[in-house]
């Protein structure tokens, strides 16, 4: 049987029931609705790293480490007495596992941070309610998409077995996809994004502010249309913040790595 071009997402798990489907396959309308996936994944994955980190401490670390600028504000993010802060918020002996646990909680840290001083988060908000059927009765978190070539499978059973970590593991996942996609078929123009700050190589904390202020007199304008003009902007803070060594969103790898050495 032939499956229709499509981008769905269904998740039902506790209180958290949700199940979308878009199947006008216009690249702006793609675009919106991946950045709501997006927005709904990154909403929800605090709460299924809770077993393995104090996720609440980090929100107040967050509140703490939070500057009147954004400059200063990421400097000290950056900043090694940061991750040793983290290091303590870990539920985690190993050594070498709790390195990929801190990855996870620097980049959890780092959104939860800017998110009053700067957009990180898409305009289009979090995907609610339930307007199709569920795929599965079971409890589940669900992504697929086909669109020409383009086709992604990200699925997730949960029953009283799955480590809760295992679902953060696929929201992390899914929100890289949705990362990537949006600028696609929003047209951004990335490279020229990119290209505002191909000066940089090896930060240094005294180039930070020179990275941010890049950041800040970037004029979204130029590189999309208006309706992705935000979306820009948030994929420049994303490759300035990666310039600095920072990551915006929560490493999918790194709990994948953490799941298999751990199980």
């Known amino acids: 049987m032939k499956v229709e071009e499509h981008v769905a997402f269904t998740a039902r798990h506790g209180d958290w029931k949700v199940a979308k489907k878009l199947t006008d396959m216009e690249g702006e309308k793609i675009a919106h609705f991946l950045a709501g996936v997006s927005n709904t994944v990154n909403a929800r994955i605090g709460d299924y790293l809770r077993d393995a980190m104090d996720v609440d401490g980090i929100r ?3 509140e703490e480490l939070r500057k009147e600028s954004l400059s200063d504000t990421v400097v000290a993010l950056k900043s090694p007495g940061t991750a040793r802060k983290l290091g303590n918020l870990v539920n985690e002996g190993d050594k070498k596992l709790k390195k990929l646990l801190v990855d996870v909680a620097k980049a959890y840290l780092v959104r939860e941070t800017l998110r009053p001083l700067v957009p990180v988060d898409y305009p289009e908000g979090i995907l609610e309610g339930v307007d199709v059927e569920f795929p599965f009765e079971d409890e589940h978190v669900n992504f697929t998409a086909k669109h020409g070539r383009w086709i992604v499978v990200k699925r997730l059973i949960i ?3 799955t480590p809760m970590l295992d679902v953060a593991r696929l929201l992390a996942s899914i929100n890289e996809t949705t990362t990537l996609k949006i600028p696609v078929y929003a047209e ?3 490279e020229g994004i990119e290209e505002e700050f191909s000066a940089f190589k ?6 930070i502010p020179r990275v941010i202020e890049v950041y800040e007199a970037l004029e979204p304008a130029v590189y999309a249309d208006e309706p992705f003009e935000e979306h820009a902007k948030i994929y420049a803070l994303r490759v300035a913040l990666d310039k600095i060594g920072l990551n915006l ?14 199980g």
Do not use: F, G, H, M
């Open 60 to 62: 107040k670390l967050a």
């Open 159 to 161: 029953d009283e077995k």
């Open 188 to 190: 951004i123009d990335i």
């Open 202 to 207: 090896k930060v240094k904390k005294s180039d």
């Open 249 to 262: 969103d929560v490493p999918a790898k790194s709990l994948e790595k953490y799941l298999e050495k751990k």
